[in-house]
T-cell receptor, first 117, second 114 residues
C-alpha cells in the first residue's frame, strides 16, 4: 500500500508555543489530506479536510485559527497548533487520499504524539 | 448521517480462544465502504480490510474473517485462535463513495492474555 509519513513522531513543548506537524505522501499524490485527533482511549475525531491548493474545511468545534492547515502541494500537508496549551495534548494522525484512484482508500500516517507542558 | 457502533468497549480472552468484534452501521447511502483497522499500542493504524456495499461475500485472511450482512447492517470481525500479538484497539469505519470522510466507531480494545 501507499506510504504516508508524519514528522515529528513525538513532540513536547511549553505552553504558549506553536508546533508544526508535517504529513507527507511518499509514493503517490494526495489530492486530499485529513487530520484527526485522538485523545487517550477514544476514537479518531476528524478535525479538518484539506484539498491541495485550497483552504481546509474544518469540522464543527475545531478552531481554524488555532489549528492552521496548509496543503501546498500534492505530497505535503502541515498542521500547526498555535499557542498550544495542555488541553491540546493529544495524538494527531493524518491520512492521505488519492482522488484519482478507484481504490477509495485513505492511507494513514503513523501519528504524532503532542505533549504540552 | 452516518454512524458506526461498536458496542463492545473491551474484550478479554485467553490465547487460542476465538473472538468476534461487532460492528453495526447506519447510512442512507446505497453505495458505501466499510473498513476495519487495528491500532496497536504504538498508535499507528493498520489497515485490515475494505468492503464495498455490493460485495456481501464473507472474507477470510489467515486467522481473520469478516461477516458482512446488509440485512442487519453489520460487519463483524472474527479472530480465530487469538494470540497475544492481537492485543490492540480495533476500529470499524464507514465511508461514502467519492470519499469525503471516514466515520469511525469508538473502537473495541482486545486484550489477549497468555
Amino acid at each position: 500500500g501507499a506510504v504516508v509519513s508524519q514528522h515529528p513522531s513525538r513532540v513536547i513543548c511549553k505552553s504558549g508555543t506553536s508546533v508544526k506537524i508535517e504529513c507527507r505522501s511518499l509514493d503517490f499524490q494526495a489530492t486530499t489530506m485529513f487530520w484527526y485527533r485522538q485523545f487517550p482511549k477514544q476514537s479518531l475525531m476528524l478535525m479538518a479536510t484539506s484539498n491541495e491548493g485550497s483552504k481546509a474545511t474544518y469540522e464543527q468545534g475545531v478552531e481554524k485559527d488555532k489549528f492552521l492547515i496548509n496543503h501546498a502541494s500534492l505530497t505535503l500537508s502541515t498542521l500547526t497548533v498555535t499557542s498550544a496549551h495542555p488541553e491540546d495534548s493529544s495524538f494527531y494522525i493524518c491520512s492521505a487520499f488519492d482522488g484519482t484512484s478507484d481504490d477509495n482508500e485513505q492511507f494513514f500516517g503513523p501519528g504524532t504524539r503532542l505533549t504540552v507542558l | 448521517a452516518q454512524k458506526v457502533t461498536q458496542a463492545q468497549t473491551e474484550i478479554s480472552v485467553v490465547e487460542k480462544e476465538d473472538v468476534t468484534l461487532d460492528c453495526v452501521y447506519e447510512t442512507r447511502d446505497t453505495t458505501y465502504y466499510l473498513f476495519w483497522y487495528k491500532q496497536p499500542p504504538s498508535g499507528e493504524l493498520v489497515f485490515l480490510i475494505r468492503r464495498n456495499s455490493f460485495d456481501e461475500q464473507n472474507e477470510i485472511s489467515g486467522r481473520y474473517s469478516w461477516n458482512f450482512q446488509k440485512s442487519t447492517s453489520s460487519f463483524n470481525f472474527t479472530i480465530t485462535a487469538s494470540q497475544v500479538v492481537d492485543s490492540a484497539v480495533y476500529f470499524c469505519a464507514l465511508s461514502e463513495p467519492g470519499y469525503s470522510t471516514l466515520t469511525f466507531g469508538k473502537g473495541t480494545m482486545l486484550l489477549v492474555s497468555p
